[in-house]
């Protein structure tokens, strides 16, 4: 997610459901008023990506997902980690507040989901900390890297403005981070380019192997160490007129070139452990269900794939 994205978001918070049509999707969506539809074994924890946060203000980052799986009888934690850092450090915030949340409630393990680089970081945890995690979630998440990221990185390093760049992505990830309550938090938005770019998500993937594709495009195993992992992704940009957020993401598209993405991220590169589909007419903010529930006239509810996939967490005994 870009700092431009992210600033004309963070001011501007200060149909059809078609989520069965894939094989390995839940038989059934569940009625809206079904208390015990997402009611999972272990808490759902929702991870934000880069320059997220858990609200703004009454914003939740997972546009009215967590009130959504909660009606359906989950539990559903919103930890807070950096808006932007490594990989690793997003992963060990993380980490910290699973272990404070079991210690507190006496949760024995959690289904992490995570969109964008929040999938990184819950994949960390599920890799030094598998004990806790009964299953990972990625959701439009660059396991193989942005070719945003990579343009990025090129051009800051071509016009000799990385340091502007660092600079001004900080501030506005202290900003956010200030705005969501924890000014505390470390913000390294350099660290977060480099986790997030080719070079540096396949090291990552070296290290952190659980549930990469077997093929390229593939899918990869759909338990390692006792961790269930699923991803999705979609591959539209351009999905409502009157989505402001549509044009920024056409934007860095264009690093793709006739790569199908979301505007931040490739398919393929979506692409984790069981795929429940990589294809939905969704971009890159739609998957959270923002800008504020703006989708597609006819794309699938973002909040219902959610219920769904709870569904499906609880039907495994998750």
Known sequence: MTPRLLARYALATAGLCAVASSPLAAAADGR????????????????AGLLGFEKL??????????????????????????????????????????????????HARFNLVGHSHGGQTVRYVAAVAPELVA?????????LGSKTADG?????????????????????????????GRPDLPQNSLAALQS????????FNRRFPQGAPVEHCGHGPQEVLGVRYY?????????????????LLALTSTFFGAERNDGLVSQCSSHWGTVLRSDYPWNHLD??????????????????FYRNHANRLRQAGL
């Open 32 to 47: 809206a008023d079904d208390t015990s539809y997402a009611r999972t074994r272990y808490p759902i924890v929702l991870v």
């Open 57 to 106: 203000g009454p914003i939740d980052y997972f546009y009215g997902v967590p009130q959504a799986l909660r009606a359906g009888g989950a539990t559903v934690y919103g930890p807070a980690v950096s808006a932007a850092n490594a990989s690793e450090v997003r992963g060990e915030q993380l980490l910290r507040e699973l272990r404070a949340l079991q210690q507190a409630h006496g």
């Open 135 to 143: 299953s990972v979630t990625t959701i439009t998440t660059p396991h």
């Open 152 to 180: 990025i990185e090129h051009l800051t390093s071509w016009t000799g403005t990385t340091g502007l760049f660092a600079a001004i992505a900080d501030a506005l990830a202290r900003f956010i981070s200030t705005l969501s």
């Open 196 to 203: 997030l770019n080719s070079r540096g998500a396949a090291d």
């Open 231 to 247: 991803s999705a992704g979609g591959t539209s940009v351009r999905t409502h007129d009157d989505d402001a957020s549509d044009s």
């Open 287 to 304: 998957a959270i269900n923002h800008t504020f529930g703006l989708k597609g006239w006819l794309a699938p509810d973002p909040v219902q």
